[in-house]
């Protein structure tokens, strides 16, 4: 969705970039968003910017105040979980929302491509480094699952904007039942001299009598749960708040030996010692469902819970006999369809509403409006899905790029034993489906085992395949100087990968040489298959015809400049010259043309590709001993409206032409040949 | 899900039966799952029972409120959309529900399944019998979209029983973005004259100048809207409402020759002679997005909008430039996992718990906790998802039985093609691949032309394919007299339906005679294929090569007994015997045993339910000219699992060896053959 690095991409294809990053730069960085903003102010970091704080909520004629609420995340993990929390926030609200989210740098890279490209209205995001506000808790010992970052909720006050009066602080593990302005309201009961909202802790924790020898930190009575916080943040800085916390974190670790509840243990011996300082919350707003949870004694009294606190560090897999019924809720989060929730806030004009306004100019009549529409849709990216190491910087090394839907799945084990490198895939999935997905790698031996290949989901919306925008989202997350451009439905050779990364180095391409390595494709039509483990296995299924070339009965000329007759003999790399429709599976530097996003649904969609190797002059070089091979599977449902729709395949003519012309206006008289090769009798289609 | 007509099914299978009928019953017919009621009470018709009516919901200790709701519903598409509604509304409810659904046949149908399988606690439903009402109201000309059904709500003071004095009423077409129970409340604004809450009209059609000679009803200025109501039952029957109102459709019809808007000219006529009768309600309780709508004078200054009613014969289609916000909360609903409203009410306990104990009472450490598991899952289940017209009745006709999931869709065109006679398949898909089967189908002319095919959704769950509970579904809704098992991923013989006729007719099977008739099996492993017009095109092919007998290569067992030598020269049916592991597809009378549902995910699943044929002693008869060809696709991500996991593989044994301890159980010696067979040497499995 975010390509970079595109050297000289086609007319139509930046024209489109262009659009969809003025959209998408528009709904983070511009726009009278939040309805009672007036000025414009920094995102992304903390530049000054001018808050009207005071509102009047209840009041239904006023514009709807803006709230602020902060949120600590890092990691892989935590990023998925601060999403549904986001998913439940975004549900019930009816304010617009300024989310200040304190990360590390894997949390940030993820939550700012997500928010980029969910471009849900009214919805504004500010980042802070948490690696910055490190060393302001690293002195602190702390035995809980959270580590360092449990504690940064106590240096908030500092570091979000000096103009922030006001903010909710959420845990990551949260999950809302209700409208978030409702909690804001309770800043509305604070007395003058309160300044921390918190609901009480939901379990005997704190009154030190849950096992022999144990002792928790200093707290009020049963303390307080700090995993949902109404915070003063002026009268904090006011009333020197770093300060205190300091000095009564210092003097209770001469006593005890470090927190074990994280930044929680702190606020509490804070307020022990400062007891004015807070303002109790009904007890619905932080239902805790922590191991010991008296939470029952909240809920079982009051049908309307607001939060609820997946506390324990078994999270959703607690014990608790009412725990189907919290999970329920979660659920519905995580697998709510996020796209809806970039619905108009009412009372809350969208402004320019530039992608309104584009769609708005699609011709209603036109026979390819689908495939327009497609085309301008900017898909949710969750990038890095699961964890992820990204591999350590070698000069030679490649990456097996890649994209699925779930129809797919099946084929990840065996590509993963066939490819022991780096991968980078992305998957076109709705948000039940990425859970299932979760669900998949965990049951699966083989693929948790890999930290090595990065999984992106782009979120499913509209009705045809956005194939080569899943394939630049996979792109553009590959780490490695090669990327090898490949399809899921292949396998390679066992050695592909050690093979590659020797070809590249002999071959010297890291000099900056403009090559398309062609690894030459193969195809089974047997479900049950014996992997050939080299090229004379390989060449012996082909004579015994067990297997194919790649679409031989289907689609020759796909794969025909490769010429198959003379890899059998080679022993050297050897060079091609492009032809129409030309489709071979290559390997480049990760810096090559972006695919065209235009091509959407079935057909013609590497063509393109190729075709833009060559006009910007890459040689193409087939590699004696790479191959892969195409497992057999019934036809997508693309391929099958394609070949029944004489609609569709009109509009994937229109599509070509206009791709045509945007090659003729880039790339002058040079482009003719392959209108004139388009032009020349030719083969099925 | 619901096995009807078994005669003499397998011991565990009966048990497991047994077990999941007591648990529907006990969700629909016992139990005090509503919170407050103490007496047990009648349910699908109009039975006594008692009601406390009056409570105190604001009370948070006092148990919640039983709420009392009624809709009429009648047809497939109805049904689908009184679905989202009931969705909607138990996303938000906090409080037990009656719904009383005024159904014609197709919906009762329909809907009664639905809610039985759906089993979510605290919620009641009982049925009217539309039909039977519609004398009350055929007297009255109306030209609303609507038709008949559209006019009774005016005699629901009538058809609710006797007790119940509030009800509130609510159009198909509603959608909920609140607690119902808030609308409720509002029943304690009534005067004490007061009988009929309603909204205002949002349009000016009742002014009357919406075009030149516009005659409407006359109403209040601009009149109420009938999609949700408030109606005092009591009160109603105490006034004599319907002398009232059909006093007042008689004396308008003097001088209008029908009514426009169905009931809602009529209340409002009623109302404009008694205005004293009426309690105008908040607008945000009826946002009516007609195509005059003025509704954006309600929700520009309410955020808080509580009912969304799409009251334009267009629905979502309707033109509206804040429709994107309002169609993203119906899709929310429309696509929401229904099974996540299955939890339990706070405050409402559920009562013996069934499913729960059954579920609890699984040993945690069993390896096949998770077939277990999903053998108890009660799916939901939506019979004629689509429009669907039962077959005329005919002695020898037979239905195609199959089921699939998503990934075999793009099979049903084809299929299509193939059978021309009636079909009943179950698809096993969320709530939101639901909406996309229903695009599908509609984008499909092919699919769209088919009366005769009816779509059974049963919803997922669980991690296991529970292929046996689909067919059974299948096979429960088929309307013929008989019945061919097939699968999804085979194409019959053009002229198989035909044939199929033909040949129960000339064996004269409708005696009752007990016979299986096989349909030989091929396949075909590429994607291509030009389908064989005849047996003799087929016997080429398969000397060609192109075509193999069914998994000849991988699985040769299943269809041995068949015999294709001797099918190649047979003239004439012929009779084989039964042996391990044979599992052809048959075609056999309606009333044939179950498929047992023990056996989930991949493996074992027709194998069982051909030896329980033999067991009960059906003859197997090949028919000489009947063929059907498997087109190939990729493995099933179960055939995955089953191929990569030893411990799938040892359950489905474990599975298996139940499965004959009952059949001993139950057949006694004559079932020894069973396992004698099994236990002989084999081939690859």
Redesign the interface.
Known sequence: MLPRGRPRALGAAVLLLLLLLLLIGFFLFGGDLDCELSASWGVGGMGPYRLVEEGTPDD??SP?QLLQVAIVCAGHNSSRDVITLVKSMLFYR?NPLHLHLVTDAVARNILETLFHTWMVPAVRVSFYDADELKPQVSWIPNKHYSGLYGLMKLVLPGALPAELARVIVLDTDVTLASDIAELWALFAHFSDKQVIGLVENQSDWYLGNLWRNHRPWPALGRGFNTGVILLRLDRLRQAGWEQMWKLTATQVLLTLPATSLADQDIFNAVIKEHPWLVQPLPCVWNVQLSDHTLAERC???????KVIHWNSPKKLRVKNK?V??FR??Y??FL???GN????????CPLGPELLQRALAQLDEEDACLEFRRQQLTVHRVHITFLPHKPPPPQPYDVTLVAQLS??????L?ALCRHWPGPMSLALYL?D?EAQQFL?FVERSAVLSARQDVAYHVVYREG?LYPVNQLRNVALAQALTPYVFLSDI?FLPAYSLYDYLRASIEQLELSGGRKVALVVPAFET????FSFPSSKAELLALLDAGSLYTFRY??WPRGHAPTDYARWREAQAPYRVQWAADYEPYVVVPRDCPRYDPRFVGFGWNKVAHIVELDAQEYELLVLPEAFIVH???????EV?RFR?SPAYRDCLQALKDEFHQDLSRHYGAAALKYLTALQQPRGPT
């Open positions: 239904p004629v709807p009816k809920y079982s009294e009051a049908s309307d819970l009412h189907e019924s329920n809720l659920l519905t697998e709510y369809d809806l929730l970039r619905r108009e806030l009412f009372g779930m129809d797919r799945l099946q084929m084990e709705t039940a669900r009705p439905d039509l047997h479900y049950r009965h289907e497992l057999p599977h019934a036809p997508s449902l099958s029944s």
